[in-house]
């Protein structure tokens, strides 16, 4: 269990994948520019045996926006998408319907 207050230091953002690719020499990897409002982040998700980047651009997302950046297969990832587990297969969690990019999640 954590407390309130630690929960509140998580910075849950709305974004929107502008572009996305996959990353070379690896099978799970994408790359994602996503659009956060005031900037745009890149991540990298495990996502490419169970998404093809041209249908993730335009999608909106869930952002962790204050994690610390790390690096992967030599892309810094700057946050982490939220997906939930169906089966074993990641699936992306999004807004209900379109909400203005930046929006803090509650």
Known sequence: ?????????????????????KVKNSEKLLRLEVDI??????????LAKFYKPNDLIGKQIIVVANLEPK??????SQG????????GEPVILKPEKEVLLGSKIY
């Open 1 to 21: 269990m954590i407390k309130f207050e630690d929960f509140k230091k998580i910075d849950l953002r709305v974004g929107k994948i502008i572009q996305a690719e």
């Open 80 to 87: 982490m998408l939220l997906a939930a587990d169906v089966d």
């Open 71 to 76: 690096k992967i297969f030599g892309i810094e």
């Open 37 to 46: 409002g005031n900037e745009k982040r890149q991540l990298a998700a495990g």
